[in-house]
């Protein structure tokens, strides 16, 4: 069965410039750097990591907003940017704030997808845009208001109408509760859940909170600086995690039963995140990883395909394994002016 998505090899770097008239390159940052992965028709993929790991960056690539540096990224078959692509895949923006307009009426906004691929006439716009307002759980009439008149949970509700108006495909939801507040959080994913059950929605979701991937999600991949490290089902990667990053992960995410909480080993990582512009040789995380060995330095782990579990390390980790702070890693020395050498953090968390 061919996948709804498929993103093969992708890489997308930004450049450094340096200069007044002649600007030239002096380097890159790796945002995105050598991406496999694939989504398949009505499941939701989940995608976690710290910040400036690159989910963003992958978002903007698959929904064509970013051109790639190189790698494919084919949906339904075809590379993307063809005929009804726009219409297919829509977005989801993190501030509910900053993606509305102030100065246009929210009716206006939610209709630029229908007047863009020339939907309907104004009346037919007008109607099917009270109709996805009801549906997101907005008061229809509301749609000649401005987005200052309402409450930040009603503008994401807003910005999710507008990405269901040309009936997408696949919806890219890049931290779309992240600026929200803790019980209006709720309320929306319940929302995207119901949305995607009604209407035959696939969901590419990124989010900091693992207990929100963690409800959304069929598939969960973990990113770090610009590489997917392992990826899974969801159940399987919260239960058996295999690369110590999402070891990692999982023992900081909050946990609601108090008693669990309060027996969980807390693994925290020393050293800070080394510099996308001149990532580590081998392993990306081996001058944080507290079961780093020589070959780490040396050798790329793959992430190989075939399986429902897979995970780019050399040394996974085994299940009931207790993985301590006291591991530094093996420090990685780097070649980028002022940064020197990775050094652990003396600062607690």
Known sequence: ????????????????????????????VHAVDGVSLQVRAGETLGIVGESGCGKSTLARCVTGLYPVTSGSIEFDGAP???????????????????????RRRVGSIIADPLVIHRIGNAAERRRRVQELMELVGLNPEHFNRFPAEFSGGQRQRIGIARALASRPRLVVCDEPVSALDVSIQAQVINLLKDLQAELGLTYVFIAHDLSVVRYVSDRVAVM?????????????????????????LLSAASVADPDLSARRERIVLTGDVPSPITPPSGC??????????????????????????SAACHFPVVPGERLGAEHA???????????????PDRGGE
């Open 80 to 102: 993307i940017g063809g005929k009804g692509f726009r219409r297919d895949v829509q977005m989801i923006f993190q501030d509910p704030y900053g993606s509305l307009n102030p």
């Open 284 to 309: 990306r995380f081996h001058p944080r990883c507290p079961k780093a060995q020589a070959r780490c330095v040396r050798e790329d782990p793959l992430l190989l395909p075939g399986g429902d579990h």
């Open 1 to 28: 069965m061919t996948p709804l998505l498929n993103v093969s090899d992708v890489r997308k770097y930004f450049p450094i410039r340096k200069g007044v008239f002649l600007r030239r390159e002096v380097g890159r």
């Open 329 to 343: 890693g093996i420090p990685q020395e780097s070649t980028e002016p002022g940064l020197g050498r990775t050094e």
């Open 224 to 248: 770090y600086l610009g590489r997917i490290v392992e990826i899974a089902p969801g159940e399987d990667l919260y239960k058996t995690p295999r690369h110590p990053y999402t070891n990692a």
